[in-house]
Each structure stands twice: as structure tokens, then as C-alpha cells.
């Protein structure tokens, strides 16, 4: 039993928060100890390559505090639903669900099994009970239009199927971190970024570099590159992944405003689990 109302998905928020926390100083400590470097490749057409030298595989530790952080969070929606739905049905046998949909139109569509019998919406079968107003709150944190939560949703699919994806990407940003030193007069200097979908295997190039016209006698780069541990099919950075669990946060903020100042009548109604 909980002290108060969303006192659940407060602190499955807050283990999310720990398990990132740790997932960042493994990264750190990755990084720290020359785990990659940096090859620069002259081709005969003038382009520079940087390559990844990859000395370290990637850690399997790093997918399993994603996975661990990712579940802390997915149940804290869940709990959300559930402490909604004690609060409007009055039982305390409520156990709630909460959806994620990345369309409206299946969210809100009825729809028919295998069977062929009617079934409702996800909206009606998996916020049963709970008021419409109640309801609203849900609806305006859905994957169709709430960025944060796909990502989530990404990472919440892949624990359905035990799967553990973890890689580095070219950082979005590369090319504000890399800055030419070229003498002479150079009209313009190009960029051929890494694709930011795709994971770094070793060799892989994650940025061109050229300068133009290409009759430089000499050029010189200088900057630093700071490859992003990401996870999931999505590809969902770790800056963005550390986003979520604030997000959630301000959602349950939001929830608690629908609660009585001293919910006397539900303190210690919920159920254990």
C-alpha cells in the first residue's frame, strides 16, 4: 500500500531516474577509457574522411539499465491510469493501463477481434471508468502527438520482445563541434555529415570534409566529436531518453491537482501488487 495517491509512478519515476544516472556514468567511464578514436582518411578527390576506430565493444550493460529505465517508466503510466481510475470508480480492485498510440484514429476506433466480434476502442477498454475530463489527461499525452513518448514507446516495444539494442550514432550537431583551419583563401568549406540513423560499426565515416576550391595547399581541422550512446529501433539518443522521466513527472504534477488536498477516504486504497 502507498502513504498517498501517485505516490507509485512517483517513485517508478524516480528508480528511471537512478538507473539513467548510472547509465550516464557508465558511458563516461566508456568514453574515458579510449574506448574509440578518430582516423582521417585523404582521398584523391580532396575529401577527408574521419573514421571510428572502434577499440571496445559496446557494453551489454548499457541495453540492460536502458531496458530497466524504460520499464520504470512505462509502469508509472500504468500506475497513473490505475490511480485514476480507484479515485473515480471508488473500488479498490482498480488496476489501470495505459495506452499508447501513435495514431488517434486506432486510439479512438473501435475495432473487431480475429472472431470478428465488436470491441472497443483502446480509449474505452484500457481507461474504462475513468471520467471523461480524466480521460483528456491521457489523450493529450499520446505518441501522436507527445515526441517524448514515442521515443518510450519505442523503448517500451522493445522490452515486449526481450530485445536489448544499444549502439553509438553520429552526434546531430557534428558538424558545430568541427571547425576548419585553412590558409589561404578559401571560398567555401563542405560538410558530408554520418547518417544519424544508422549505428557506428568500426571504420564506419562519420563526417567529410572539403575544402573548395580544392587547390589548398594545406588544411587542417581541429574540433571534437563526442559520439551518442542511443538504443531501440528508433535509434532514441540518451539526451533524449534522459528527458522522459522529468516529462512524466510534470504529467503526475498534473494529476495530482484532480486529488482531494487530504484524501483521507483513499490513503492506502490502492492495491498491492
Known amino acids: 500500500m502507498t502513504d498517498e495517491p501517485l505516490s507509485g509512478p512517483t517513485y517508478g519515476v524516480w528508480q528511471a531516474h537512478k538507473r539513467l544516472e548510472e547509465l550516464q556514468a557508465e ?22 574522411r574521419l573514421c571510428v576506430v572502434l577499440k571496445r565493444p559496446i557494453p551489454a550493460k548499457w541495453g540492460l539499465l536502458a531496458r530497466e529505465a524504460g520499464d520504470h517508466l512505462r509502469s508509472a503510466l500504468n500506475e497513473i491510469v490505475t490511480d485514476l ?14 495506452p499508447l498510440y501513435s495514431s488517434e484514429t486506432e486510439y479512438r476506433t473501435a475495432r473487431r477481434d480475429q472472431q470478428g466480434r ?38 517500451s516495444n522493445l522490452n515486449k520482445h526481450h530485445r536489448l539494442q544499444a549502439g553509438l550514432l553520429v552526434p546531430t550537431t557534428v558538424r558545430n563541434h568541427v571547425q576548419p583551419h585553412i590558409p589561404g583563401t ?6 558530408d555529415g554520418g547518417d544519424p540513423e544508422t549505428w557506428i560499426q568500426d571504420g564506419a565515416v562519420i563526417l567529410s570534409v572539403r575544402p573548395w576550391p580544392d587547390n589548398a595547399a594545406k588544411m587542417d581541422v581541429e574540433g571534437q566529436i563526442t559520439l551518442e550512446p542511443a538504443f531501440g529501433e528508433r535509434r532514441v539518443p540518451f539526451n533524449r531518453l534522459g528527458q522522459i522521466p522529468d516529462h512524466i513527472f510534470k504529467m503526475i504534477e498534473v494529476v495530482k491537482r484532480e486529488f482531494p488536498r487530504n ?7 490502492r492495491p498491492n501488487k
Open 85 to 98: 481510475s480507484i479515485l473515480d470508480t471508488g473500488r479498490t480492485d482498480s488496476r489501470g493501463s495505459y
Open 263 to 269: 484524501p483521507a477516504n483513499l490513503i492506502g486504497m
Open 186 to 191: 578559401i571560398q567555401r568549406f563542405e560538410f
Open 118 to 155: 465488436a470491441r472497443p476502442s483502446p480509449r474505452d477498454q484500457y481507461l474504462k471508468g475513468l471520467t471523461e475530463a480524466h480521460r483528456a489527461i491521457v489523450d493529450r499525452h499520446q505518441p501522436y502527438n507527445d515526441p517524448l513518448l514515442v521515443d518510450l514507446q519505442s523503448i
Open 27 to 48: 558511458f563516461v567511464r566508456f568514453i574515458a577509457s579510449g574506448a574509440y578514436d578518430v582516423d582521417i582518411k585523404v582521398e584523391s578527390d580532396g575529401w577527408r
